[in-house]
Each structure stands twice: as C-alpha cells, then as structure tokens.
Nanobody, 115 residues
Framework: QVQLVESGGGLVQPGGSLRLSCAAS????????GGWYRQTPGQQRELVAA???????NYADSVKGRFTISRDPAKNTVYLQMNSLKPEDTAVYYC?????????WGKGTLVTVSA
C-alpha cells in the first residue's frame, strides 16, 4: 500500500519560511516524479514545484526564486523549502508521486501566511 504523508505546514508571518516534508512508503520515491501542488477553496489544484528522478526541478512562476524542491532518497522523502512567504501562498499543499500513469497523493498540509 502506497502512502504519502506530508508534514511541516502551519501558520507563518509574511516574509517567513517553512519547510514541508513528504515521506513515502510502499514505493521508491526517487523513481517517481515528486511534486508539490496547492489548492485554495473554490480553485483548482495547481502545480507548485516538481522534481524528476534525475533531479531536474521546475517551478510555477509565482514561486520561482522563493521555493526550492529537493529529495533525500535515503529517507524516501521530498521536501519543499518555502522562503519569503506571501499571504497568497496560503493553501493546502499536497504531495504527489507520478510515474508511467501511476499517480499517488498525500492528504495535504495547511499553510497559512498571515500577520
């Protein structure tokens, strides 16, 4: 059984930082594209950042230069370092693992950026 478990969300002031973690079980996460998505009420889930099995990363324009995605194969975990957070970054953040049509999701972690 595949599980992705996110952690690290919470309340942070504008300009602050958070690091999200996504720990996988049941798959070798480094063989998958690891992705972070986010969703706000009434909006579609959007891609924030992704990292391939080869280590190539890409980002939504709205987070470029502020967010960094990385992975630790030894811990079977993908991270999202979020710096210079803005109120518009407030959302539920979901972890994703994708490979050859297989798609797995975590349950999400809430990030709230507010003074």
């Amino acid at each position: 059984q595949v599980q992705l478990v996110e952690s690290g969300g919470g309340l942070v002031q504008p300009g602050g930082s958070l690091r999200l973690s996504c720990a996988a079980s049941g798959i070798i996460f480094s063989n998958y594209v690891g992705g972070w998505y986010r969703q706000t009420p009434g909006q579609q889930r959007e891609l924030v950042a992704a990292i391939t099995s080869g280590g190539t990363d890409n980002y939504a324009d709205s987070v470029k230069g502020r967010f960094t995605i990385s992975r630790d194969p030894a811990k079977n975990t993908v991270y999202l370092q979020m710096n210079s957070l803005k109120p518009e970054d407030t959302a539920v953040y979901y972890c994703n693992a994708a490979r050859f049509g297989r798609n797995y999701w975590g349950k999400g972690t809430l990030v709230t950026v507010s003074a």
